[in-house]
């Protein structure tokens, strides 16, 4: 078995095998596959089993992996050098798409992640607004940054370590987390901090938590009352941007936030970061404002070819309604096998997203999302990677689909899953 043996190198050099830890498998049991090549909706492992991917390397390949057009971008933009550390014509192109597509932002910076994409809008609403607090929400991850690491979902989530050891009492302070969902807790905490909050971050659907759909109403009072008090209203898309729609959560539920953060899909699969705004904040940076953020390989030529290349293909809207096809065909299967078995289940979706609570409760916060057997999930992901199938390795995750599941591939794994129901 080469995973294993490579499994048993990684541990002796890198903490936990991984440099990422949801990649370890710990909430799953048993040891993680490495895999050699990915094509398509199929992973290849380095012991050459072919699994069908619904992790989509965590939401970027919405094209599937390794995609022909995607593939000759980088390589053209390769055969000019890999970085340059001055601007390219690449970083203008980018910049354009992203301020058509997602109206809001006026103005883009590129950097190379999500988490710092997070960790300079919540900079720069500071300094916009020359007050220290902000205000996110239990179970939304924003990336690591010392800010957000505070009740954040995805790996932090499942690993049971919502804080994390090294984050400094005094800065968590400055970061008042809230129940998601909940009016009252939010108008209670701007009375509390008068003048002092400089900026609300959330998921517009938080999906690092399984997923969550905000109750009716709920995003436009955050947005009036983030207004009505001079706070920065910033929507984290880093997962959401261009995968529900061109113009993101935003686009759909009609709302304009100041900031929005980028990243996963405009990378094309390549390391990148973004974020952008009104342009009256935006204008706020450096080297236009005292506000310092800056980036060795921002705006990488690679990283924006591929990104390019990747929006480009989602220029169309016909690619996200077969992209919700998918997702409800999946829901369907799921969420049948599920009732017709009897277990107890919420099988949320929304277009190529959906995810597998092990509950009775409808899930509308970190609270009720946490009534998921975590234990019968773990049983589902083994059944299903043992019959082909890789789901995200934790019961707090999102599964992705890709335009590459079109076709026999979504029917087969539909066919799996639902095998892997009836033995649970
Ligand atoms: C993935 C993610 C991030 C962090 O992005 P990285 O590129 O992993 O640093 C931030 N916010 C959301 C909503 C994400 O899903």
Known sequence: MISSDLFERAKKLIPGGVNSPVRAFRSVGGAPFFVKAAHGATLTTADDRELIDFVCTWGPAIHGHNHPVIR????????????????????????????????????????????????????????????????????????????????????????????????????????????????DALTAAFSANPDAIAGVILEPYPANVGLIRPDEGYLRFLRELTAQHGTVLIFDEVMTGFRLAKGGVQEIEAITPDLTTLGKIIGGGLPVGAFGGRADIMDRLAPEGPVYQAGTLSGNPLAMAAGIAALKLLADDEAYARLARLGAQVQSAVAGALAAKGIAAQVPQTGSMWCTYFTDQPVRDLTTAQTTDAELFARYFRGCLDQGVYLPPSAYEACFISTAHEGAVIDKACEIMTDVIKTL
């Open 72 to 183: 000759d971008a980088i390589a053209a933009a390769l055969n000019n050098g890999t970085s340059f550390g001055t601007p390219n014509p690449y970083e203008v192109e980018m910049a354009e798409l992203i301020t058509t597509y997602v109206p809001s932002i006026e103005k883009v910076r590129m950097c190379n992640s999500g988490t710092e994409a997070t960790m300079s809008a919540i900079r720069l609403a500071r300094g916009f607004t020359g007050r220290d607090k902000i205000i996110k929400f239990a179970g939304c991850y924003h990336g690591h940054s010392d800010s957000l690491l505070i009740k954040a979902g995805s790996g932090a989530l499942t690993h049971g370590h919502p804080d994390s050891a090294g984050v400094p009492a005094s800065f968590a302070q400055e970061t008042i987390v809230l129940p998601f969902n909940d009016r």
